[in-house]
């Protein structure tokens, strides 16, 4: 069972204290943040990357490669991943290749990256077309949340943010599901979803130090990924069709996921209505937006397909989910 280390804060203190141990601290950031990475130290070397899903490739792993090696960095450099989820990932598995792997830790800065794609260790790029398709489980030596990053987060990945904290507590606490909706279909304000994120941040974490390779309990952390996937391949592959974010893809492949649920008698009618209106007062999208049979080869290509099946999350109730083989 390895151990997931967390911290948080309102600003940046706490994580400037923590970095004094480390002697060598290379930091790589979203072009976009690069205001909080100067926050963080103006004497840490800094790369600034163009960190969209377009650009999340070998490429630009290579490049952090090359800028690691250019400045010097050896087998006891510390890389530090500023930024949201695609930052972590380029960042996380350059750092895992450099020299064999040198250390990583991530300061996510989005709300996606701060519940779900900064903490657990999974890196990667894209390739072929399909997300995250290259890749490895290398675990950061801390995820750092600093809530501040987030009062300046464009609205489009707030939603995105939005839709995989309440995934997380789909699969685990329906308590905090019914808080989370309430905040978020109302005033969204950053000090009441401080202890959602923290929630959120720690249950994953207990997931991922349970099963870090995916072999069985992290896979309830794709919920809604299957269709969530299959639209984001769609609208890649088929220019200018659609522009849902990671989570908005995701809330949809939740609300299918709940319709089978329902369908297979898992769950009880009613869950995908009640979802739906939630999702839909939250401000997430709820509808399939493209052609069900293009979405359904897409899946098969999905890497989370094994021997030809699928591992499907369904919804037994809010709070419990169960990994279906179809
Ligand atoms: N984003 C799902 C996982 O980290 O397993």
């Not at 949340?145 to 904290?165: H, W």
């Not at 989570?247 to 009618?269: F, M, R, Y």
């Amino acid at each position: 069972m390895s151990k997931i280390k967390i911290k948080s804060g309102t600003g940046f203190a706490g994580l400037k204290i923590q970095l004094m141990k480390y002697r060598q601290i290379y930091m790589v950031c979203d072009r976009n943040v690069s205001e909080y990475a100067r926050k963080i130290s103006t004497s840490y070397p800094l790369l600034q990357i163009d960190a969209t899903e377009e650009r999340k490739n070998m490429d630009q792993v290579l490049e952090i490669c090359r800028w690691l090696l250019s400045q010097g960095a050896d087998r006891g450099a510390m890389v530090l991943a500023i930024g949201g989820g695609v930052t972590t990932d380029l960042v996380g598995f350059a750092a895992s290749i450099y020299m064999r792997g040198v250390r990583y830790a991530n300061v996510p800065t989005t709300l996606l990256g701060q519940v779900d794609a900064g903490i657990g260790g999974k890196t990667g790029v894209n390739f072929q077309s399909y997300k995250n398709m290259l890749g490895v489980i290398r675990q950061p030596e801390f995820t750092w949340i600093v809530s501040d990053t987030l009062k300046t987060l464009p609205p489009k990945q707030f939603y995105s943010g939005a839709a995989e904290l309440l995934k997380t507590f789909i699969i685990k606490d329906p308590h905090s599901y019914e808080d989370a909706v309430s905040v978020l279909s109302t005033t969204k304000e950053l000090d009441s979803l401080k202890p959602l994120i923290a929630r959120a941040a720690k249950i994953k974490a207990s997931i991922v130090s349970r099963d870090e390779n995916e072999k069985g309990l992290r896979r309830v952390l794709n919920l809604g990924h299957t269709w969530g996937h299959a639209i984001e391949w769609y609208q890649r592959t088929h220019p200018g069709t659609g522009d849902f974010s990671h989570g908005e893809a995701v809330a949809i492949g939740i609300i299918q996921a709940a319709v089978k649920s329902e369908e297979l008698k898992l769950a009880s009618p009613g869950l995908s209505d009640k979802l739906k209106a939630d999702f839909a007062a939250c401000g997430l999208p709820t509808q399939l937006p493209f052609p069900i049979e293009e979405l359904q080869e897409a899946m098969h290509k999905d890497k989370k397909s094994e021997d030809s099946a699928i591992n499907y999350v369904l919804i037994r109730r809010i709070g419990k989910v169960t990994v279906k083989k179809i």
